[in-house]
């Protein structure tokens, strides 16, 4: 009897894991939010939840944003297995796991009260904080654009590629550009992200076998 492209538990995971781990930081990011006050989801940065001093920094860091970039690296090695090995994939594969890394070690330093330095000035773990996310986001843009042109077979995700390059370009640019509305610009960025995640998912469960 012949297996359908979804019957092993390794295809289910490369649905799963990208899901799971947006529905992580959101629910994580959303819970935490309602429990503080005069947080923003439109001006602050979600990092301000775990800020020097915030009341749930912590569980914010550790059990909220540390736990959401584990489970993308566990969806990265099981695409790993499903991709060519290639220069190019391995490029981006790695690209991608420093865009995690980045993010995990943002989450390990804390940026300071309320994510803009304050009246004194910014410290160094700060500025080390603003430094990894700033370039963690190009990577993850750049990381799934090579990595989709790696795919065998045509698809409509290489078509997308460069328009889908420019899309999440364009929200991280917001995020400079639009300052008080840096929270939602960020948001819609990672949402751009984990979409493209979820559709590389979907496509090496059904289309590529290990």
């Known amino acids: ?6 019957r092993d538990t390794a295809s289910w995971a490369l649905i799963a894991l990208p899901v799971i ?14 429990l503080s006050p005069g947080y923003s989801h439109v001006s ?10 915030a009341p749930y920094a912590a569980w914010t860091n550790y059990a909220v944003f540390i736990p959401t970039e584990l489970w993308v690296l566990v ?21 991608l796991a420093t865009y995690a890394g980045l993010l995990m070690l943002a989450a390990g330093l804390p940026c300071d009260a309320g994510c803009n330095g304050g009246d004194d000035g910014q410290s160094t773990v700060h500025i080390a904080h603003m430094i990894a996310a700033a370039v963690a986001y190009p990577l993850a843009l750049i990381g799934v654009f090579l990595l989709v042109l790696t795919l065998p077979k045509p698809s409509l995700l290489r078509r997308l590629a460069l328009p889908s390059l420019a899309v999440g ?3 991280f640019g917001a995020i400079i550009a639009v300052p008080e509305a840096q929270g939602l610009f960020q948001r819609l960025l990672e949402a ?16 590529l076998r290990p």
Not at 21 to 34: P, Q, T, Y
Not at 76 to 87: S, T, Y
């Open 1 to 6: 009897m012949r297996s359908g492209p979804l």
């Open 75 to 95: 969806f990265l090695a099981l695409l790993n297995a499903r991709l060519p090995d290639r220069r190019l994939t391995r490029v981006s594969l790695i690209l």
């Open 44 to 53: 602050h940065f979600m990092s301000v939840l775990g800020a020097a001093g």
């Open 169 to 171: 370009g364009g929200l």
């Open 192 to 207: 751009w992200i984990y979409a493209q995640f979820i559709a590389l998912g979907v496509h090496a469960a059904l289309c």
């Open 21 to 34: 781990s947006g529905l992580w930081l959101a629910i994580g990011v959303g819970v935490l939010a309602a």
